[in-house]
T-cell receptor
């Protein structure tokens, strides 16, 4: 497995502002992913964070709203831009080492937008 | 596209009862299958996995068998405890390209003493 940390663990933000969430892994990993879990719902993949290139976004998610950085093999950030109350969710990062075919999740960031 | 369907919850059982949470999937090819658990206020933890047909994943007394013929991966435990109260997610990975995980809707399990 991998030790994954996320910052912040929770935040309360005003609509129209942006929040950047950090994901740090204790070792180098090939694949990093960002998911959203809306209240009482399952997880939905936002994008795959690719090291050295642009993230790959899923249908319904766009880079202008959820810009992602992946500067190296142990770190990634997700920004939730121009937030509205509908963005209130738990945001989770996950990692998958090359060949492991198993994703391990960070503790999540609980975001509330007022 | 790929999809996962879980039995609807919530599920409430008494301690030491037998647990089954049904999970079926639709996928092209041969996905890997997973059960994740989310305890109250926490992130997701991998509970068990199976990567090919007839494989049985097991952990903490939970078991699930990869059934290709019925496209199922039902979660079972012979005797549940109060500490098993959590939300359980079935998921598949397509093992192609980016190996994205597709999740079921989750099943909330409550165990009463």
């Amino acid at each position: 497995s991998a030790v994954i940390s996320q910052k912040p663990s929770r935040d309360i933000c005003q609509r129209g502002t942006s929040l950047t969430i950090q994901c740090q892994v204790d070792s180098q990993v090939t694949m990093m992913f960002w998911y959203r879990q809306q209240p009482g719902q399952s997880l939905t993949l936002i994008a795959t964070a690719n090291q050295g290139s642009e993230a790959t976004y899923e249908s319904g998610f766009v880079i202008d709203k959820f810009p992602i950085s992946r500067p190296n093999l142990t770190f990634s950030t997700l920004t939730v831009s121009n937030m509205s109350p509908e963005d209130s969710s738990i945001y989770l990062c996950s990692v998958d080492r090359a060949g492991a075919d198993t994703q391990y999740f960070g503790p999540g960031t609980r975001l509330t937008v007022l | 596209g790929n999809s996962v369907t879980q039995m609807e919850g919530p599920v409430t059982l008494s301690e030491e009862a037998f647990l089954t949470i049904n999970c079926t999937y639709t996928a092209t090819g041969y996905p890997s299958l997973f059960w994740y658990v989310q305890y109250p206020g926490e992130g997701l933890q991998l509970l068990l996995k199976a990567t090919k047909a007839d494989d049985k994943g097991s952990n903490k007394g939970f078991e699930a068998t990869y059934r290709k013929e019925t496209t199922s991966f039902h979660l079972e435990k012979g005797s549940v405890q109060v500490s098993d109260s959590a939300v359980y997610f079935c998921a598949l990975s397509d093992r192609q390209g980016a190996q994205k995980l597709v999740f079921g809707q989750g099943t909330r399990l409550t165990i009463n003493p």
